[in-house]
């Protein structure tokens, strides 16, 4: 025993004495205290969190992919994810209420992404300062610490996309990390459908590697793997009868605003390809707002910066390689962003490592020109200057407790009202409620109130005055769509609890019969 204790030392010893793994280890660090830091409580618990969550507690504890109707708007790559990582650490309240258990998941998903950005940039340029550039500002952007810390989708599809792509850079020509980086561009797409529009790109890095692999057996190796995978996506659905929609005109509206409407893969997929989000150029487009009012708002640096030098380094990229490959991460993404398709403002998470990729290479592409201690001398100040204005930019992040009027109402509920009542939640708290110490089986996502028959028809029979209370988190009611149950109730309701901090306010309203 003592002899593989010394041979593991030894190696770690070892390991530790390449500058390379010592940066690397600092890099780490440095985001695991970024990301870590009052993590439970900012930022607000989101609806969207509470969704991946409860799917994986239906995984879990049911068995199914969703505890309402399953409508294929989203593959369950990622929430299989989530309820095996609740498995292993000991259930959804480990670390407190349910999403918490999920932002630890995110901050080991974070970790292994950021160590991912940091070896494909070094391989990349052949240099650790770019390296470490891409990394902090990865780690370190406001931007990236509102939305990593979250329990999303894309922060995985982030971390299988990277791993893939890594996977194609390595050195080894063994056609295996061919097959596994297909295999994990695969999951990269069960998780999050958006990874397709990084598709291409893996087939053109393919292409350009054919010297190193025979590429009559990579590229095929790689599509078969890739294909293997997603089929079984589409074997699931042919199981279940809900491959095609029952009638493709009815498939281009909402897969459950109609009772009889069955939900399926593809008529879920045309509904989503029907819907727009404005167009780029339209001051009210999702683009604009979001571009405005949140992203530029939350890191004009990296947002600006991380696409102009995108655009740079294409240019660039038709005399230096490395440019052109991670210009066209960047660039083939964007496109999609402002393309004109309903988009939500996590969607720029993708985007993020990209952006930092760009920025580390063009800044060593330009300090490669200067003498050794004016280019020491740059990189050194922009990583100063990186650290100082992120971590001064994010200082909510690190002060303030914005979760806590949440808990507070979900504190408050059980205390006050009666297991046997509905409640008309959001789906930040829909775990909490459904499978605390104190349970409320007539707990409902606002959203399934209002499209899933299985509540609406079933549960309330079309009558909104069978809700009892509304638990309304903050901007919750920008999302009640008139003409349902749960914007009727909304509208019918009284408050009868506030909970407030700054200009963030919780309600419990109660529904007048």
Do not use: C
Request: glycine share 6%; proline share 4%.
């Amino acid at each position: 025993m003592s002899n593989f204790f010394q041979d593991v030392f030894g190696d770690v010893k070892k390991w530790m004495e390449s500058w390379s793994n010592r940066a690397l280890l600092g890099v780490l660090f440095i985001s695991f205290l970024a990301h870590s830091f009052n993590m439970f409580n900012y930022p607000l618990y989101l609806g969207d969190e509470g969704i991946y969550v409860e799917q994986a507690w239906a995984v879990v504890r049911e068995a199914k992919v969703s505890p309402y109707t399953f409508w294929y708007d989203h593959a369950p790559g990622g929430w299989f994810l989530i309820a095996l990582w609740s498995f292993l650490t000991g259930g959804f309240f480990t670390f407190g209420m349910s999403i918490n258990s999920g932002r630890i998941f995110m901050l080991l998903i974070h970790l292994a992404s950021t160590g991912l950005l940091f070896q494909v940039t070094k391989k990349l340029s052949g240099s650790i300062f770019p390296a470490i550039i891409a990394g902090l500002i990865f780690s370190l952007s406001p931007l990236g610490l509102y939305y990593q810390r979250m329990v999303l989708l894309d922060n995985i599809m982030v971390f299988w996309i990277l791993i893939s792509f890594y996977l194609i850079l390595f050195e080894n020509q063994r056609l295996t990390n061919l097959i596994l980086s297909g295999i994990f561009f695969a999951v990269a797409i069960l998780t999050k459908e958006n990874a397709i529009f990084f598709f291409p790109i893996m087939i053109y890095l393919l292409y350009k590697r054919k010297n190193q692999y025979n590429f009559r057996f990579a590229l095929p190796g790689w599509v078969f793997s890739f294909g293997s995978v997603i089929s079984l996506y589409v074997l699931y659905s042919l199981l279940k009868g809900e491959f095609l929609p029952p009638n493709l005109i009815t498939a281009f509206s909402a897969p459950l605003s109609d009772p009889n409407q069955r939900p399926s893969l593809i008529g879920t997929f045309l509904w989503q390809m029907s819907r727009s989000g404005g167009m780029v150029w339209d001051s009210q487009s999702q683009f604009q707002q979001y571009l405005k009012g949140d992203w530029l708002f939350r890191d004009p640096f990296l947002i600006v910066s991380g696409a102009a030098i995108s655009i740079i380094n294409f240019f660039l990229g038709f005399k230096y390689k490395s440019l052109f490959i991670a210009s066209i991460f960047s660039l083939s993404y964007l496109i999609y962003i402002i393309k004109g398709s309903v988009i939500l403002p996590f969607y720029i998470v993708p985007l993020l490592p990209f952006f930092a990729l760009n920025i580390g290479l063009f800044i060593d592409k330009i300090a490669s020109f200067l003498p050794e201690i004016m280019k020491f001398s740059l990189i050194g100040g922009f990583i100063v200057l990186l650290a100082f204005g992120n971590i001064v930019a994010s200082r909510d992040a690190y002060l303030l407790n914005l979760t806590g009027l949440q808990i507070a109402s979900f504190n408050w509920v059980k205390e006050n009202i009666s297991p046997d009542k509905f409640l008309l939640i959001d789906d930040n708290l829909w775990v909490d409620f459904r499978d605390g110490r104190k349970k409320y089986p007539l707990a409902h996502s606002h959203w399934k109130v209002a499209r899933d028959p299985d509540v609406n028809e079933k549960i309330l029979h079309m009558n909104y005055k069978n809700i009892d209370y509304l638990i309304m988190s903050p901007n919750m009611a920008q999302w009640l769509e008139d003409g349902t149950l749960s914007k009727d109730a909304y509208n019918n309701s009284t408050v009868i609890k506030t909970f407030t901090l700054g200009n963030t306010t919780v309600e419990i309203r109660q529904v007048q019969k």
